[in-house]
């Protein structure tokens, strides 16, 4: 299991398709740090993502390990591994209200009801959606949609997050606002974080480490 | 649980097929003790074979199935090269496809009801244009040429098939292709008959071959539309299944073996037309010709479908004016009166078929679902969706004749004492609704944006609370919609029920068969009504639950 204000650890991990290595990293991330992983599309950056979350597809091998603060969690199931995800749509469920999408992201342990909806509510108002609770997410703009997501995610207390090009999809001016708040809010609570991108703009706003791959495949 | 799924889904398909097939056999060959069989002899097939009028019979049954499924093909593809694509095409495809859900049984009825002598459209130009004031004295349903089977037939497998092809057109880039054809000067039926239909025609091939065997083997559409002197085939053969005189039954296991023979001949025959169509394609497309002005040829194409479709349409409108129709003479195009003086004589007699057919529908949709959700959870774990041969699997009760092994099956359920019973009944429902169920529901499920998984659980949502709280809901649509496809399958069963059931089983569409083309038209009118909006009322529940559950949530309430 994770703790709060840990370090993610990506030691010596290499991820293959067909015998064919596509990347190579071995670097930890403090709490508060952001790691960029640059590359193009089929670089395999996305994959690394899945293999840290748990979620790697069976055509992929990958070999090396993953700690969490010290803690070896290469093979824990995706539920215990408290990875927080962000991909370039905010993929919110679109069955549920939005309060009902921070709910269910919510840790059990937090109760009553009562003090489970004034917690979302203050989280919403954290990220300037304050009132939207009972909103449908289907009628919010993309900027709020992305920023719903980034409520999920943080209120369900992540270990780390990974975030797979999120702000690709938001135009220039949202896409700025929304660096900012996602890397002002993982600083803020300590969290390690790991993005990929294509953008070099996302690896500069980032202002932490930043890894290339991918280059030789498609640079020879 | 779930690791057993799919070997379950496996067995239920394969299992009464095998075993039925084999209960036809043996018999076929003298074999069955409970009636007095005990050595083997081939004289049931003598006996099959020294029926008069046998071999038009067989000749019927390969040749109607074969022909409607040529012509059903080819206005199919003829439609899809001419206006895929366009805003024709929509629009025909929404006129189009709700006539999918309609029960054999009620589609053959309304044909009939349109284009016999005294029917509807010879109503409507008499006497003014015709001159005939008594309906003329011709048979045109139940004609001896099959030709009314033949072309009800077609009507009611267009939709299928147009179904399935758009299912198998690749979405975007489809269109591309044919452009780039047309900008080469090509014709847009030859662009699309070069480039895009041989991935869907290799694609829709199973779905070909299950019309293949319903087209040869199919009673229930044969007994309303087809010849009746001598029956085809697979007609004759359930009349001696369910003779009083029970030896009969060698010769009728007989005949179903010669019926597997027959519609695997119509199989190899179609084999054999899609090496000479694909060559004699081949060596068009090699001299370069463009074909260039087809406007009379997408016009043709756009006008038979919409004709079939009007035709069933029309038909079912008729129907329903007939179950309320009260003096109703020849060349009135309309009831001098209204009644419903038919509906409530008819209607205590109704009641008892119509619980039977809801409850039979309902338990084995819900089997079926469950077993069907069972097994897309497995493939989502494993990742193994079990290729074409599970797919082949899937279609088997689909692929062989339904008499083949459904008289082993019946004569195998009655001596093991399930027989006749509800749980025999809805079993061999299951059949038949769980390869449509599946593959109604296989597509939305496979398409589904996984990454919804993951972020449940990452969330630390379990596979099970991934299941209920986002993959269920958020595919409701989908799996009330497969629900509402196998609801429509199983109303329209007619053969496993009255074979099965032992005849002790009345559904709707048994009743609704049994009444055949002589009946009373008022009484045929009420049955057919009642199972065509069987299937209908199941599509519009599946539509509106979604919309009322998820009033609030635009993005999935649907429309």
Redesign the interface.
Known sequence: MCAASTVLKIENVRIALAGHDLLHVDAAIKPGEVLTVMGPSGSGKSTLL?FI???L??VFSASGRIFCSGNDITFE?????????L?Q?P?L?????VGANLL??M?PKIKPQVKRRQEAEASLASVGLEGYFDR????LSGGQKARVALA??LI?Q?AFLLLDEPFSKLDADRRDQMRRLVFDQAKQIGLPVLLVTHDRADAEAAGGTIIEVGITRNGQ | MLKYAPAFALGILAIPVVSGLAGTLLPAFGYLPALGGTSFSVQPFLDFFYQPGISQSITQAFLIGLIATIIALVLVAAFLAAWYGTRTFRAVQHFVSPLLAVPHAAAAFGFAFMIAPSGFLARLFSPWLTGWERPLDLLIVNDRLGLALIVGLVVKEVPFLLLVSMAALPQTQALKAVQVTQALGYGRMAGFLATLWPPVYRQIRLPIFAVIAYATANVDMSIILGPSTPETLPVRLVGWMNDPELSLRFMACAGAIVQIAVTMAALCCWLALEQIAGAIARRIFKTGVRFSRDSWLRIIASGSIITSALLIFGGLIVLAIWSVAGLWQFPDALPKSLSFRSWSQTLPSLIEPLLTTLVVGLVSVLISIAIVLACLAREQQT?NTGGNKALLLLYLPLLVPQIGFLFGLQLLTLSVGVGASWFAVIFVHVVFVLPYVFLSLSAPWRSF????D??G??????QARIFW??RF??L?RAILAAMAVGFAVSVGQYLPTLLIGAGRFATITTETVALGSGGNRRIIGIYSFVQMMLPLLGFIFAALVPALL?S?????RGA
């Open positions: 899945a979350g748990g979620f597809d069976p199931r995706p539920q215990a591994r408290r990875a927080g995800l991909f749509d993929l469920f679109p069955h549920m209200s269910f992201a840790p449908d997410p289907d009628t999920r995610v369900s992540p | 990742g944006d996984k990454r919804y993951a972020i659980a990452a969330l630390g949502a379990s709280r986002i809901p958020m409701l998820f609030k949530r635009r993005a999935i």
